[in-house]
């Protein structure tokens, strides 16, 4: 016997964009959209938008730094200390990235096309699914590998209880919604296997606040949230 799943339906959100690009970054639309299950409720969908806001500000903080010496963002400085594997994203055909600095580079510009692809239509709207993990399954947020490209819509999914739970603090879900983006910028990792990946150690890096890792400290404590 199949069962019948109802149709998910969605709530358009709209983020505003920086109205003056940071440098380097071509111009840009004045907002990117989201459309957002509306299964969840409308304090998660808040946490939701709030996340994202503060994302867009790390990715603006990436470009200002760039603009003064050393010429690297705190990004691109921790992550060039430790993520040495999957530096290149998988749609990439030319040369392989070789260090993590060029990798948080590359993956910035890439979330920069993605926010104008979002903004101008060239890419369908992102959406933000609902979904509860199965007894005994683990996830926050989650997102599919990009094996393109353009016009690939930031879209993720996430678990509600994450989202509505307050001792999991917005650092560690931006993390995850960091990773989870990264994923849609075609970068990737075995699985359940996050640390010396670029697509780990570059979410962890702004979940410690672009501090070094503290050796008592074991990386699961991060990763846990991530997919």
């Known amino acids: ?40 409720t409308p304090t998660e969908t808040t946490r939701i938008r709030n ?7 790390t990715w603006n903080q990436h470009f200002q730094e760039k603009e003064f010496s050393p010429y690297l963002s705190q990004l691109a400085m921790c992550t060039q200390k430790y993520a040495i594997r999957n530096l290149t994203p998988d749609w990439s055909r030319g040369p392989a ?36 993990p199965e007894p005994g399954e683990r ?17 993720v999914t996430i678990n509600p209880q994450a989202i509505a739970d307050q001792t999991i603090s917005d650092l560690n879900l931006r993390g995850s919604l960091f990773h989870a ?19 780990g150690e570059a979410p962890m890096c702004v979940m410690r606040g672009f501090q070094d890792k503290n050796p008592n400290v074991p990386d699961t404590v991060l990763t846990q949230f991530f997919d």
């Not at 996340?51 to 500000?57: P, Y």
């Not at 910035?108 to 609902?130: C, H, P, S, W």
């Open 1 to 40: 016997m199949c069962i019948q799943h109802e149709k998910p339906t969605y709530r358009r959100i709209e983020i505003q964009l920086p109205t003056t690009p940071p440098p380097g970054v071509p111009p840009l639309p004045p907002v990117i959209y989201f459309d957002v299950d509306t299964r969840f």
């Open 51 to 57: 996340l994202i806001v503060l994302n867009i500000g």
């Open 181 to 199: 983006w990264f994923h849609r910028c075609g970068f990737d990792h075995p699985e359940d296997v996050y640390t010396t990946y670029f697509i």
């Open 97 to 132: 990235i070789t260090s993590g600095t060029e990798a948080a580079n590359l993956a910035m510009n890439t979330l920069t096309q993605r926010f104008i692809e979002n903004g101008t239509g060239k890419a369908d709207v992102a959406k933000i699914d609902y979904r509860i």
């Open 139 to 155: 996830s926050t947020i989650r997102a599919k590998t990009a094996k393109r490209q353009f016009k690939v819509p930031l879209s």
